[in-house]
């Protein structure tokens, strides 16, 4: 027995020793595709790679948060593409590499960060919330990766880099599509990780815990919606709890540079899944409670969707300094011109507290 550990530990340390020892991925005057690079962690990452001399192409949904991103990285010198582009749309995924490939040469590395997020009570949610993550978050970085592979495979070389989350790892309440979605995306990539070594490709997944982005004010609630962003919000804004985007994103480089399998962000989210591995009831149990005494009940708006900038109103602005400050520091900030919808009305007899 004893040796059998020894050899264990041997072993382990022999691939530890090996890991620190391999060449970092150098990213001068590669070519990289940013997916969602237009703002949020994407247009930080995007700002990093440009600073470690990358060429790069980013794409995005919305043409005036991709034409401010691209100014923006244009102004540091790096030879930056931004094209328009809906990648839960295979063709316009497939058009988007193409132009990639066109103006930037053969794509090196390819870190799939588009993502949505949904915040409500599973009763306010619908089969479309489910389809939308799973489109976004598990089809989606598939079509890229697909869009990228053949080249990859015939340099016997390239990097790709999947931002899950830590709702990846860890079933959060009042987010269940979103998790669904990046449960999938970890499978996928862990998966490819293995099967995709052989050729050279290196595999990244990584889950971030909270990060200060500013993404709750593009961010999706229903339900009592005004509540819901409060908590959301909450957790985002805290120091300790959350880390700072560029914090983050350089993690995220350093570990696709080492070729790193998977990386978790955050010590509270590092522990959080150790105790998911070791006693998942618990954790269950925990978050049963968690949305039994303390998430919004359903309520509200229902099923609508209304953006995190239009829920804002529990929180005061003390509290979220944190939060405002990244939203405007990486183009999450609500525009003048952007318009609140209108907010549907309670049906008869039903209780819209809080919406």
Known sequence: MNRSLMLAAA??????????????????????VVTGGSRGLGLVLARQLAS?????????RDPDELSRAYDELAQTGA???????????????????????????????????????????VEEMRDEDYERSLKTHLWAPLWMIEAVLPEMKARKSGRIVNISSIGGKIAVPHLLPYTVGKFALVGLSNGLRAELAKDGITVTTVCPGLMRTGSPYNAEFKGRH??????????????????????????????????????????PFKLAVAVQGLAPALMIDSWALINKYILPAPGGVGPHRVKGHHSQGLLPRAVTFLTDRAAAANNEAPTSATAPPPIPQAAPGAVAAGG
């Open 52 to 60: 470690r001399g990358a060429n790069l192409a980013i794409c995005a």
């Open 226 to 267: 005004r509540e819901e962003f409060a908590w959301f919000t909450l957790g985002d804004s805290i120091p300790g709890v959350s880390q700072g985007a560029e914090r983050a994103a350089r993690k995220i480089l350093d570990a696709c540079a080492r070729g790193d399998a998977e990386v978790v962000l955050g010590w």
């Open 11 to 32: 072993g382990v340390g022999g691939y530890l020793a090996w890991q620190a020892l391999r060449p970092r991925y150098d990213f001068r005057g590669k070519s990289v």
């Open 79 to 121: 030879r930056v593409i931004a094209v328009e582009c809906d990648i839960t749309v295979r063709e316009r995924v497939q058009e988007f590499i193409a132009v990639a490939r066109q103006r930037l040469g053969g794509i090196d590395v390819l870190v799939n960060n588009a993502g949505t997020i949904g915040v409500g009570p």
